[in-house]
């Protein structure tokens, strides 16, 4: 759309301010507001800020940058309203003399999903992001007692639908929304689609609910791990590639698993990648609380069909719709950076067709039954058991950094040393629990 076509539009909606978001390097969302008077300036040429002020972006000596609104991201804040009446725009980050900034995490992925355009690849993804409704007075007090696919309470109810009717005023379409297995833990999944544009929605999406649940007095949490002893929140990612020509190219009936060679090759550069790029899909300290054995969440570098408890799934599809045909990467959370998280996959799968790498023998059993020894010899590996352990194996990751960038890969190593070194510094209730009575 153009620029005059926007601006008409915003008088339309007799909009009075607009608001320009993007990631931090931990996927945080920032944003600036200004006046609709300035929306011109800001679409043609732009609007300055402080990189050195952000978490990982720019060295204090070259810190002007500048923000440009995606005209394809315009929407309304349902929220907003007469005076307040305010739309949004995700932006790509600039250098000052034009150039993109290449620690944009929006920027990696562009750069990942051209890389694979010129493969003729088409990289599609559909997330599984869940989350958590605590009572704002109370720090892990769930809003309910409900379950799995349990009917939602009023307050969840409420939530959910304000949460779903706001997101269609962002243009994007709720498949599927239901209580999860945690007390007071939810899932909103919305539809398949480019990697570029998922992420964004993904934003949107952690920007939506924590606004809907403020507004009605509550807060909402994509922490991995809140509540010790229940069920974590992931960020399950089915993930496909297509041809220009709009087939998938992971589907082939012509084996019992129904995927096709080019899946083969793609799921086993995910397994065999997977410890490097564990820091961009699980990037915290409280992440490694989420990734243990029993709460459904991987712990082992197996794949399967049916069984839950490996890192990649094959889900199963009707026969007539070959479009389904994906694979589902379990292990990503949202306390990740949707930009990184994609393009880290990308990266990961292409590197398997590149090489044309065979994966190992799936493992349909429960692999949390298996004890040490049949582990060893079926040579399952595990993932990192810690944010320092997720460390190391991205520091030695050659496809990490060329992902990210020699830069940004250094930056984010930095920021996750400094997350780890505050970590190791705290004493923790537990441990006050612990040692303080009995040493």
Known sequence: METQQLIEKAKNNDVRFFSLQFADLSGVVKEVIKPVA????????????????????????????????????YALLPWTEGRDKTIRFICDIYRADG???????????????EKAAQKG?????????????????????????????DRMSSRGAKVSREVVDALEGFGIKAECLHHEVGEGQYEIDFNYGPALETADKILTLRYVVKKIADINDLKATFMPKPIKGKAGSGMHVHQSLFDESGNNLFADDN?????????????????????????????????????????EAPVYITWASSNRSALIRVPKWFPDKSKAARLELRCPDDSSNPYLVFALMLAAGL?????????????????????????????IATLPGSLFEAMLWFGKSDLAKSTLGEELFRKYLSVKQREWDDFKIEVCPWELEKYSDIY
């Open 38 to 73: 300035e929306l011109e300036s800001a679409l043609n040429e732009g609007v300055w800020f402080d990189g050195s002020s952000i978490e990982g972006f720019a060295r204090i000596q070259e810190s002007d940058l500048f923000l440009k609104p995606d005209p394809s991201t």
């Open 99 to 113: 150039r993109p900034f290449e620690s944009d995490p929006r920027y990696i992925l562009k750069k990942a999903v």
């Open 121 to 149: 690849f088409q990289y599609n993804v559909g997330p599984e992001p869940e989350f958590y409704l605590f009572e704002k007075d109370g720090q892990t007090l769930p809003i309910d007692k409900g379950g799995y696919f």
């Open 255 to 295: 084996n019992p698993y129904r995927i096709s060679r080019t899946a083969r090759y793609f799921l086993a550069g995910q397994l065999e990648n997977i410890r490097g790029i564990c820091l961009g899909l699980c990037p915290t300290v409280n992440s490694y609380k989420r990734l243990i054995s029993g709460f």
């Open 351 to 379: 590197d398997g067709i590149t090489r044309k790498i065979e994966p190992p023998e799936p493992v349909e059993e429960n692999v949390y039954h298996l004890d040490e020894a049949m582990l060893k010899n079926k040579s």
